[in-house]
């Protein structure tokens, strides 16, 4: 039992293939057009009866029983029945069917669709216990995701597999025809070892085109008929289509999984797969679509419509050619702007005439456009349009727009600031002091003035909520502090504000300026500092979960700051298998300005796991990358300089790492030093130590309370002190932590000849190291510490490479890049003094 697609045909076909060598293989088709016929399907195996006979259900069994011996006769094997489409047999063959069954005359595999289900015959055998039921259900994301890495040679990022899961509905017959169309497209393309989609997933492609066609022609004409208005207008009342086509129609649409039934009031139905109804839509011609569109109004009340039906409507209309008032395009247009159809928000903004609505149909088309990456005709089109809006309550919105548009195309802020001024110079205008205030925070945000902050947010909290911008610029103030207090280490108070932020948000749904993405940022980075990870995760979820629309803008972005995550807690592996898609994914869409950023983080964690090769390519990425989001850029340079030095070790990048402590940038703001301090601890420097246990003493959270303990431990150099503080951080989720204590106490157990207790210290260093998911250790502290020859991944590469794999299959069995696998089995050569594979099994420790 399977719904439409799912693999029922498919299924009894491979049965067939596979078992037509060993038994007598017999096939039936239902068919609708056989429905009513008596006996219809039975017919090659009836052929030799009289009329009178042909339409007896014992005559019709004996001839069917005829047939099975003469086939038996041939080879004596015992015969197997499939039947498709089960669900279209007429109730006479069933009863026959189910005879042969209990007779034991055959063997029967019978697929059909749950609604409306076996015919009674057939399914009276189940209840008998004669029979067993298989539900075949759509592919989840987990074996979408199998898919997808068999049929692809390379890495596919969850963004992918999201996109493509979500497009297929699980689908197997819909996931097949989307990826060899996207694929044929170019849509779907592999860049640097990733699986990107470089634009939504093709509806008018030959594959997907061709299923449609074939399961709309299989179909009565009442329910094709049925279908085009579904898709053409869904969601569409479904009083409306039962008025026009009949409620049995309906029905058996509904039965067949067609169509879907929302819970609202008044019910409303759709196609079942959003990609399907395009697809249908693709397949009518304008005259065709015009008069649907004639005959679906003289049931249908606008009034009613809402939401996506009203956009819908609009959107039929104008591909029928029709006029649409300005106002109602200016409504559909923002509609698909929050929903992310962002060619359809383009398209229909583009065709408002009315100058009175001009300059919001602009901004909309400008928001589309930024939501697709095309930064600088964004910027143009805001700029031909924010100066009118200064009045509107979308006036604040645009400005932030226009300034993360220019910013985008690599305009320092203080430059725009500086035009603005000169462009608006009387300091009367009414808008005037909340487009500088505006400005201001931006700045202060950029330059992470927590001070200059502090005043100003102060202020905004005690003014009234009814002015147009107040709600805009309070978010804004609270957002641009609670990053700058995280810098200054004071992120349990940024925390504070970037909480008010979120709290503000509800008023500002729906507005051109991504207001939730912006906060969101900032209130994981205060997370984060606080060494809060479950929290910082959680909000991420969060959203995910209920901004699905915005995924293939956002994503990049958000899995960026997954990596940040992973990587402050020191789990390289899932950084590195987070950031490196992510970096691929904000160099096609960067609406937050993260791909500076995320370049400098997927270059340290890619250095620090020895990947020398994606390690120089994102290092000419970040050198290559326009100025990103300034209020990351100074850290984003210590990570570079911090990689650098992984690659090298030449001293030239911890150099710079120190001379960056020593800046202006890091020496106001404790929470960014003690990050940097930090970063030179994993290279091994111990210089910092001392300088962690001051600078962390100043900075809030969990984070900075474990940085010092260790530091303070670390310097004390007490082996039972540090194996306790180890077991603490253990406790606490800082594993990484945990793991440099260990390895700290085992070099002061082993100096002070307690082996035993500095072998059980190892011993925990390598969970630690297990739980971490490290392939191998970099840090000078633990190479001194007594360890096993080779590490967990370095064996699992080792132990791929005896059985005889190649590189690439390693690689492939092992999700990480054939420059990964090739370093690591240069690496083993070297521990265990071999030139070459062959050599591996005999030098292996037994």
């Known amino acids: 039992m399977a719904g439409p697609g799912i693999g029922k045909s498919s299924l009894t076909e491979g049965i067939a293939e596979r078992f037509g060598g060993d038994l007598n293989v017999l096939q039936l088709h239902g068919s609708s057009a056989l429905a009513a016929v008596p006996f219809g399907v039975l017919t090659p195996y009836t052929g030799e009866l009289t009329a009178e006979e042909s339409v007896s259900p014992v005559a019709v069994l004996r001839s069917m029983w005829s047939y099975f011996e003469k086939l038996k006769t041939g080879n004596g094997a015992p015969v197997l029945l499939l039947v498709d489409d089960a669900h279209y047999l007429d109730e006479a063959s069933a009863g026959v069917v189910a005879d042969l069954i209990s007779a034991g005359w055959a063997t029967v595999v019978a697929a059909a669709r749950p609604r409306p289900g076996l015919p009674q015959p057939l399914d009276q055998l189940w209840y008998d216990g004669l029979a067993e039921r298989v539900d075949l259900r759509p592919l989840n994301r987990e074996q979408i995701e199998e898919v997808l890495d068999h049929v692809l040679d390379g890495t596919v990022p969850d963004a992918t597999v999201d996109a493509v899961w979500s497009a297929s509905g699980g689908n197997p017959r819909i996931l097949d025809a989307l990826l060899h169309d996207a694929a044929e497209a170019g849509i779907l393309a592999k860049r640097n070892g ?339 990870w479950e929290s910082a995760e959680r909000e991420l979820e969060s959203y995910a979960a209920g901004h699905a629309h915005s995924a293939a803008t956002f994503n990049g972005s958000l899995q960026v700051l997954r990596g940040y995550s992973m990587l402050r807690q020191g789990r390289m592996e899932r950084a590195y298998q987070l950031l490196l898609p992510a970096v691929e994914a904000l160099r096609l869409n960067d609406p937050l300005q993260l791909f500076r950023f995320g370049s400098a983080l997927g270059f340290y964690v890619a250095a620090r796991l020895g990947d020398t090769a994606q390690g120089k390519r994102l290092e000419q990425d970040y050198k290559d990358a326009v100025a990103g989001a300034p209020a990351h850029d100074f850290v984003a340079r210590a990570y570079v300089a911090a990689a650098s030095e992984y690659l090298s070790r030449d001293g030239k990048g911890l150099a710079a790492l120190h001379t960056l402590m020593t800046t202006n940038e890091a020496s106001t703001r404790a929470g960014t030093l003690l990050e940097l301090l930090g970063l030179g601890w994993d290279l091994g420097d111990p210089s910092v130590i001392p300088m962690v246990q001051t600078a962390a003493q100043g900075v809030e959270g969990r984070w900075a309370a474990a940085m010092l303990k260790l530091a303070t431990d670390w310097q004390a150099a007490d082996g039972d002190a540090l194996m306790d503080t180890a077991a603490a951080l253990e406790e606490s989720g800082f594993v990484n932590l945990a793991r440099e204590a260990y390895a700290r106490a085992s070099t002061v157990l082993e100096q002070s000849g307690e082996r035993r207790r500095s072998r059980q210290a190892v011993a925990q260093r390598e969970k630690c190291d297990h739980e971490l998911g490290e392939r191998f250790r970099e840090g000078r502290f633990i190479a001194a510490t007594p360890a096993v020859q080779l590490t967990r991944r370095e064996q699992d590469i080792v132990e791929l490479a005896v059985q005889g794999l190649t590189d690439r299959e390693i690689a492939q069995r092992l999700m990480v890049s054939v420059r990964t696998v090739e370093g690591h089995l240069y690496r083993t050569y070297v521990k265990l003094g071999v030139r070459s594979r062959d050599e591996l099994d005999a030098a292996l420790p037994k």
């Open 194 to 532: 990733i699986w990107v989609l470089l634009g939504p997933l093709p509806t008018d492609g030959v594959r997907l085109t061709a299923v449609v066609t074939k399961d709309h022609l299989r179909r009565r004409p009442e329910e094709q008929e049925a279908l085009k208005f579904i898709a053409l207008g869904g969601p569409v009342g479904r009083k409306v289509i039962e008025d026009i086509c009949g409620a049995p129609v309906v029905r058996s649409l509904l039965d067949q999984q067609m169509v879907v039934e929302n819970s609202g009031v008044p019910a409303e139905l759709t196609v079942w797969n959003g990609l399907f109804a395009e697809a249908i839509r693709n397949t009518i011609s304008v005259s065709r679509s015009l008069q649907l569109l004639e005959k679906i109004r003289e049931h249908k009340d606008p009034a009613t419509l809402r939401g996506e039906g009203r956009l819908r409507s609009v959107e039929w209309a104008l591909e029928c050619g029709l006029r649409v008032p300005d106002a109602e395009m200016l409504d559909a247009a923002r509609e698909a702007l929050t929903r992310f159809r962002n060619h359809s928000a383009r398209a229909i903004a583009a065709k408002v005439q009315d100058p009175e609505f001009l300059p919001l149909a602009r901004a909309i088309q400008a928001r589309a456009l930024y939501n697709e990456a095309s930064y600088p005709e964004a910027a143009a089109l805001l700029d031909s349009c924010w100066q009118q809006l200064a009045g509107h309550p979308e006036g604040p919105s645009v400005l932030l727009l226009r300034a993360a548009a220019h910013q985008a195309t690599g305009r320092p802020l203080a430059v725009l600031a500086e035009e603005m001024g000169e462009q608006h110079p009387d300091p009367a205008e009414a808008a005037a002091g909340w487009r500088e205030e505006l400005l201001q925070l931006l700045q202060l945000g950029a330059d992470l003035d927590a001070e200059a902050l502090r005043g100003r947010v102060a202020d905004l909290r005690n003014r009234s909520s009814t002015e147009v911008e107040a709600p805009v610029a309070r978010v804004v103030g609270e957002a641009v502090l609670a990053h700058a207090l995280a810098a200054a280490g004071k992120a349990a108070e940024g925390l504070e504000a970037a909480l008010f932020a979120a709290s503000d948000l509800r008023p500002l749904e729906g507005r051109l300026f991504f207001f939730s993405e912006y906060v969101l940022g900032r209130l994981v980075a205060d997370y984060l500092a606080m060494g809060e």
